[in-house]
């Protein structure tokens, strides 16, 4: 499995179906997109963008690794914040994101658990930008100040 890249790539684009069960595919996909999160030296990834369309994404924040299955915003609190942000879809590509500070939400866990989590700062940043993926949704779509950050740009 591979990331898939580019802002017009139909696979990115499309809404993802909610996962069902709970299955040992579930847990194989958090399993390989861990793998895949972690050798792209990425802080969150979603289900879509190894082309998968199914609600899941995954999250390393702080050494903590996170998964999250149907997740669901249903608060969000604190001030807005604009932040740089990228993506392993986007390579070189930033751009600053405004989302809420804090976030509460609901998914089911890596064991298949319903859980609950308030979330701020980075992480809730983080699930943001990823369930934003399972929406058909890039970074971009909210950006302001987009930067393509190229080899040629760097050495300027």
């Keep these: 499995m591979e990331i898939l890249t580019g802002e017009?790539?139909?696979?990115?684009?499309?809404k993802?179906?909610?996962?069902?069960?709970f299955t040992k595919e579930v847990r194989d996909l958090i399993s390989q997109?861990?793998?895949?999160?972690?050798?792209?030296n990425g802080v969150g990834l979603a289900a879509p963008q190894i082309g998968i369309p199914l609600r899941v994404i995954t999250c390393e924040i702080d050494d903590?690794?996170?998964?999250f299955i149907n997740p669901e915003i249903i608060k969000t609190s604190g001030k807005n914040i604009s932040m740089e942000?990228?993506?392993?879809?986007?390579?070189d590509t930033y751009g600053?994101?405004?989302?809420?500070?804090k976030?509460?939400?609901?998914?089911?866990?890596?064991?298949?658990?319903?859980?609950k989590i308030k979330a701020f700062g980075l992480l809730s940043r983080v699930i943001q930008h990823e369930?934003?993926?399972?929406?058909g949704i890039l970074f971009i779509d909210k950006a302001k100040n987009i930067i393509k950050d190229t080899a040629q740009h760097r050495i300027n």
Excluded: T, W
Excluded at 85 to 91: A, D, K, Q, T
């Design 85 to 91: 942000e990228g993506c392993l879809s986007l390579p």
């Design 96 to 101: 600053e994101v405004i989302r809420p500070e």
């Design 16 to 21: 993802s179906k909610p996962v069902e069960h």
């Design 131 to 135: 369930i934003d993926h399972l929406d």
């Design 103 to 115: 976030i509460a939400f609901r998914a089911l866990n890596a064991d298949g658990k319903k859980i």
């Design 64 to 67: 903590k690794f996170y998964a």
């Design 8 to 14: 017009k790539n139909p696979l990115l684009r499309q």
């Design 33 to 40: 997109m861990k793998i895949i999160m972690e050798k792209s």
